[in-house]
């Protein structure tokens, strides 16, 4: 009994047992099947309560400009072309230990041959985040991102649910991998 209770003890105090999110400033980066990295921007994140602030800042410098389909958007050009969503619509810049979808809305992208005219948001990427030794990694599922074209209703801040996400085979993505360190 006294073995149980200390390994008890032990597990709770281990790196692994609190798993804290790591505050300060991190790198926000799409990686490649073949391990390349594509540095998509900033994340400051600090510490409030019982709960982590963040802010999100896009490297827009390394996206080129577009004008698809009567609207401006951040692209990284290739096939496909990767072009970042703002998430439209007013939502808290907060997550707690195992609840990152705040920070996940960040991180929306559709898919785009360079050779389509405009852009149809059927073609979305999700990131679904997780969180093992101080680094965040997503995965990417897809999603239609019509679901944002009129805000939600009143009260919703989390409008793209589990149930809109779709398993993809991420061995056929260019950016199978999301990863914040």
């Known amino acids: 009994m006294k073995g149980l209770i200390f390994l008890s003890t032990l597990m709770l105090f281990s790196p692994l047992a609190r798993a804290d999110i790591p505050i300060g400033s991190k790198q926000v980066l799409l990686e490649t099947a073949g391990g390349e990295r594509f540095e998509f921007g900033t994340l400051e994140i600090s510490r409030s309560a019982d709960e982590y602030r963040f802010e999100f800042s896009l490297k827009e410098a390394n996206f080129s400009d577009q004008f698809l389909s009567m609207r401006p958007f951040k692209c990284i050009d290739g096939a496909p072309m990767y072009c970042h969503l703002a998430y439209p619509y007013g939502k808290p810049k907060s997550i707690k230990k195992q609840d990152f ?16 005219y405009g852009i149809d948001p059927y073609n979305g990427r999700y990131y679904v ?37 779709d398993f993809i085979e991420v061995e056929s993505e260019r950016f199978p991998r999301l990863v914040i360190h």
Request: net charge negative; glycine share 8%; hydrophobic share 40%.
């Open 101 to 116: 979808v705040n920070l996940e809305y960040e991180f929306l992208f559709i898919l785009r041959s360079p050779t389509e």
């Open 129 to 165: 985040l997780s969180l093992e030794g101080g680094v965040f990694t997503g995965e990417p599922k897809a999603v239609d991102l019509n679901i944002l074209a009129a805000p939600p209703e009143e009260g919703v801040t989390r409008p793209i649910t589990e149930a809109e996400l």
